[in-house]
């Protein structure tokens, strides 16, 4: 029988909550700093607004629960995943005060969705937003999922180095890099900044090249690098990636979203001189072929839809969205109405299975991660196998992934399960978008993407969607970057606590 | 002092491993992105065929 949380529970998930809070106080600050450098002054009380309230939040919560007894996995989970809503709250405050979305309900939704790396957006005007407002939104995603930044609370707050390794669990993360989770924190911090420099000169040297002043190329060019590598997908400009109509700004795009779809560990391994691994490696095949097949695809019926008919619209449309929707970025070369009104059904669909099956596992990438896809696609390999060889036979099937791995019944269930529950949501959210009068294919383009942690969007998604779909659809952002298992595990202890209430 | 000490070629001795990874990663993107696109050039010459 499953116990329910006790008091002392709830102080210690209290208590470590106290940590993000502080963080986000500290987040909250940077973006001043833009406002100083643009002379947006107006803009600098609605930042500290926002982290006085996240640092007396913090400071409550430290005062109040405080306790010396550690953390374990069902704190961890239950932490992460209030930490995944409390984080988003706390940071759609200053977006709201600056009237940059029309209510709170959308801010909390451009907040939660810049936290997750999703990208689907709901402001208003973005092409009119403060510098400082825009970077918020930009770093956020940076912050939230390029880097993980609950976790990193943890490790760089934390007094206890375990509380950090379970948090990693509770975000669905394995990562082995190093056995210190510090050192751990410190090396993804530090391969995340490498690429925002990389990614940086590229879409500034990109935006030079089309013409755009040296201050907007590089400030557009930091924003949409940190966007890119979260794979988030959010963008300086309404038109997002369409706006530059630049063949150089959508290659730095390319070259941005890939690298984020990868591995923070494949990454720690190549950056380590280990540069065979970048072949060898089972993610990066299927991530390769699933890109390549899924193209040719789309590609295909685009071109015998006659939508786009020569070779580099074929690319840059085409291509270039499934790289966008399958890394989960969300960066868009063409308006959403054309998605749900030019673009065939069948290259939708395609582009929405992208999507679900997202980049590598320990990326800043969603959807069901394609170690996942691999090992259940091995699994089917080796059941076959099974059936057709005598039955004294054993058959084994491995992967390699920084090392060989053998497949273990224990991971063929986790990722059936992880898969299946993607797929109950998935539907789950396409009915409630249809139900609401909108095409199959674009609703299930829009849920996809938005479960997935995509961003993008037929349209459904505007500053007037519909109340129910714009909640479900900030349910499937947060219950996809959680990978679903830590959204039921807290369901499960508040629906334990409903019933049988909290005991001391 | 510490400019003037200062080698490129030290300095991608040094840090080798890296830069090339870094690279590497590029020449990933750039391998996806021509089997892309000899995909697209593919497609268009099936087109124009039937």
């Not at chain 1, 689907?120 to 407002?133: E, G, N, P, R």
């Not at chain 1, 935006?207 to 190329?217: D, F, Q, S, Y």
Request: hydrophobic letters at 50%; a positive charge; aromatic letters at 10%.
């Amino acid at each position: 029988m499953i116990p329910a949380l006790t008091r002392e529970d709830l102080k210690i998930i209290g208590y470590n909550l106290s940590r993000i809070s502080y963080l986000m106080g500290g987040i909250l600050l940077l973006p001043i700093i833009v406002a100083v450098i643009y002379r947006e002054i107006d803009t600098i009380p609605f930042f500290l607004i926002g982290a006085s309230l996240a640092f007396i939040l913090g400071s409550l919560l430290n005062h109040f629960l405080e306790t010396k007894k550690e953390m374990e996995l069902k704190h961890a989970v239950v932490m992460v995943a209030v930490g995944w809503l409390l984080a988003p709250v706390l940071a759609s405050i200053p977006i709201w005060l600056s009237n940059a979305t029309a209510s709170y309900l959308h801010a909390s939704f451009e907040s939660l969705s810049g936290f997750t790396g999703t990208g689907l957006t709901v402001a208003t005007d973005i092409d009119h937003l403060s510098h400082s407002i825009n970077f918020l939104r930009h770093f956020l995603q940076f912050v939230g999922d390029g880097i993980g930044i609950i976790v990193v609370s943890l490790s760089i707050l934390g007094k206890t180095k375990i509380s950090s390794v379970l948090a990693f669990k509770g975000e669905a993360k394995e990562l082995g890099i190093r056995p210190s989770i510090v050192r751990t924190s410190r090396i993804i911090i530090g391969i995340a900044i490498t690429f925002l420099i990389v990614g940086t000169i590229l879409f500034a040297a990109a935006g030079i090249k089309e013409g755009l002043n040296p201050g907007t190329a590089i400030f557009d060019g930091l924003n949409h690098s940190m966007t890119g590598y979260a794979t988030g997908g959010f963008s300086t400009r309404s038109q997002n990636l369409l706006f530059y109509h630049s063949v150089w700004v959508e290659v730095a795009a390319i070259v941005t979203m890939i690298i984020g779809a990868l591995n923070f560990n494949l990454h720690y391994a190549i950056l380590g001189g280990k540069r065979k691994e970048i072949l060898k490696n089972i993610e990066v095949r299927i991530l390769f072929f699933s890109l390549l097949a899924l193209g040719f695809l789309v590609s295909a019926n685009l071109i015998f839809s006659n939508l786009y008919t020569s070779p580099d619209s074929l690319f840059r449309k085409g291509i270039f969205h499934v790289i966008s929707g399958q890394t989960t970025t969300g960066f868009q070369t063409a308006p959403p109405q054309h998605f749900m009104l030019l673009w065939p059904a069948f290259s939708m669909i395609v582009i929405s299975i992208a999507m679900i099956l997202g980049g590598c596992a320990n990326s800043t990438s969603g959807g069901i991660k394609m170690v996942r896809i691999g090992i259940l696609f091995k699994s089917i390999v080796r059941e076959v196998r099974q059936t057709l060889l005598p039955r004294s036979a054993v058959v084994r099937g491995t992967f390699h992934n920084i090392e060989d791995t053998l497949i273990t019944d224990t991971m063929i269930k986790g990722a059936a399960v992880i898969a299946m529950g993607y797929i109950v949501l998935f539907t789950f959210g396409t009915m409630i978008t249809v139900a609401h009068g909108y095409s199959v294919e674009s609703s299930m383009f829009e849920t996809s993407s938005a479960l997935g942690n995509v961003g993008l969007s037929s349209g459904i998604t505007s500053p007037s969607m519909p109340f129910v779909v714009e909640v479900t659809y900030m349910f499937l952002m947060w219950a996809g970057k959680l990978e679903i298992i830590a959204v039921l595990v807290l369901m499960g202890f508040i629906i334990l606590g409903l019933r049988k209430g909290i005991k001391k | 002092m510490a400019l003037r000490k200062f080698s490129i070629l030290a300095f991608l001795k040094k840090n080798f491993d890296f830069i090339t990874g870094v690279l590497g990663e590029i020449g990933l993107t750039v391998l996806i992105m021509g089997a892309a696109l000899a995909i697209c050039l593919l497609l268009v010459f099936v087109k124009s065929v039937i």
